[in-house]
């Protein structure tokens, strides 16, 4: 099955599936597999020992069962009985160590001969005999049975004694296969959690890895592209998030050229637009030296204002376009700026005063030191001032003094306007106070404005960077 580049038997979905049926098949597929290691392993580990022959000796229990028996035939036999006895009991147990010990404690016949075995035996000579054969490393497989089969005859007692290795496999020997057996599970079990362990793990890490790459960004602000490797849902994923990168890198590209179209624009335009404006404001000159009317001269003088006006605003988009693209020249040096507000200030009070506004200047004798750039820093007073006098004569009035903001001197320009709410006003100040902004920005200053119906303040703020390169 295959769509969109997508194979399920590539999936995570599928190596899931894989690992539950893994899971299903452990149990009936471990058992048996574990039990036929069990014995391969045990037949490596333990083989037999002694020949083929002797393990028609049958387990410890028949032997015991047996020689039990042997021993209460035995009951009221004379000696020579006895000793014919043993010696066939011998000749059918040519591995085994049989010996008499009769009524009185005395060691009648031994097959064969063993320097360790008494030859007059007491209750502590049993005791003894007993602690010697516990300590022996390889301990042989001993039964006593008295002759009679009860004690309180006192008739003696017959011994067999064969060693271990001539024994079938007892049950025992299945509790060595069992353990075994519960090893191979155990590990089998152990391989089954590591597998899954790392299968988790590894989907984990390629999604911290795209996590990663979506919160890390290149250059152009937008993250890199990741390696896809495998085809799988996670796979998929990151081709996704590859081809979001791309349409956004082609968004970023296409917004970087429409910028530069309309930058380009702009500028042509300011520069195309000022000579029809130059001859425009010269034929007007020309015709205002002709006998005109009244109402001719007032027209005349309405045009040649907003041929001004229109000049300004083309020296603010000329202005705004060098800003944006970083081709304002700024020197940035470290001069009085109380010194060219009053430079400032000098230069409108005529225009002020025409428009019939109260001018009133409140700075300190004391130098203010800012690091700025002189004719950046006028063009930012001067667009402050034309914005005053364009939108705030009604108030009659227009402040320029020094406040504390935030802990610094600030320049404050205040109004007795009508604020900037009115819709007329913020349309009429955006371009200007756009291009004050951003030439502020190059200075390390910024502008704040407090409106109210009782005017507009101003405030030109330095930053702690402005501050730190005086």
Do not use: C
């Not at 036999?77 to 006895?85: Q, S």
């Not at 390889?138 to 271990?164: H, K, M, N, Y």
């Amino acid at each position: 099955m295959t769509r969109r580049g997508y194979k399920f038997n590539q999936s995570l979905l599928s190596r899931y599936l894989l690992l539950l049926l893994a899971a299903l098949l452990f149990i009936p597929i471990a058992i048996p597999a574990s039990m036929a290691a069990s014995w391969l392993v045990n037949r490596l580990l333990s083989p037999s020992s002694g020949p083929t022959e002797p393990l028609r000796y049958g387990t410890g229990l028949d032997i015991e069962r047996a020689w039990h028996s042997e021993a209460g035939q035995l009951l009221g036999a004379p000696d020579e009985m006895i000793d014919a006895r043993l010696q066939e009991l011998k000749q059918r147990y040519p591995d085994a160590s049989l010996y008499w010990v009769d009524g009185n404690g005395n060691t009648r016949l031994q097959l064969p001969v063993q320097e360790r075995v008494p030859v007059h035996w007491s209750a502590e000579t049993a005791i003894a005999f007993m602690k010697e054969r516990t300590a022996q490393k390889s301990e042989p497989f001993t039964v006593v049975a008295f002759v009679g089969g009860d004690p309180s005859l006192q008739s003696g007692f017959i011994v067999f004694e064969l060693p271990r290795a001539f024994l079938v496999r007892s049950r025992t020997d299945d509790t060595n296969d069992m353990a075994f057996f519960g090893f191979i599970l155990a590990l089998m079990l152990i391989v089954f959690m590591v597998a899954s362990y790392l299968f988790f793990h590894r989907i984990r890490r390629r999604l911290l890895s795209l996590e990663a790459a979506m919160t890390m960004s290149g250059k152009s602000g937008i993250p890199l592209p990741v390696p896809v490797g495998r085809p799988d849902e996670i796979g998929q994923l990151k081709m996704a998030f590859n081809g979001m990168i791309a349409e956004l890198t082609l968004s970023k590209r296409r917004e970087k050229e429409e910028e530069a179209l309309r930058q380009h624009l702009i500028g042509s335009l300011s520069h195309d637009l000022r000579t029809p404006l130059t001859v425009m404001g010269s034929h007007l000159y020309s015709l205002g030296r002709e006998p005109l009317s009244e109402e001719g001269r007032r027209s005349i003088a309405l045009m040649q204002q907003k041929i001004g006006d229109l000049d300004r605003l083309l020296d603010h988009l000329l202005s705004y376009n060098l800003l944006v693209n970083g081709r304002y020249a700024v020197t940035l040096q470290r001069l009085d700026v109380l010194r060219i507000v009053r430079q400032s200030a000098a230069a409108w009070y005529p225009v002020w005063e025409k428009e019939g506004m109260t001018a009133e200047l409140d700075l300190p004798d004391t130098p203010l030191y800012w690091s700025i750039d002189e004719h950046g820093f006028g063009r930012v007073l001067d667009n402050l001032f034309q914005n005053v006098v364009r939108h705030a004569k009604d108030g009659g009035y227009v402040g320029i003094s020094v406040e504390e903001r935030h802990g610094r001197a600030a320049l404050l320009i205040a109004d007795h306007g009508p604020g900037m709410d009115s819709a007329g006003i913020v349309k009429g100040a955006g371009l200007g106070l756009s291009v004050v902004d951003l030439l502020l920005k190059e200075m390390r200053l910024y502008r704040e404005t407090e409106s109210s119906e009782r005017g507009v303040k101003m405030f030109l703020v330095p930053t702690a960077e402005n501050l730190n390169e005086i």
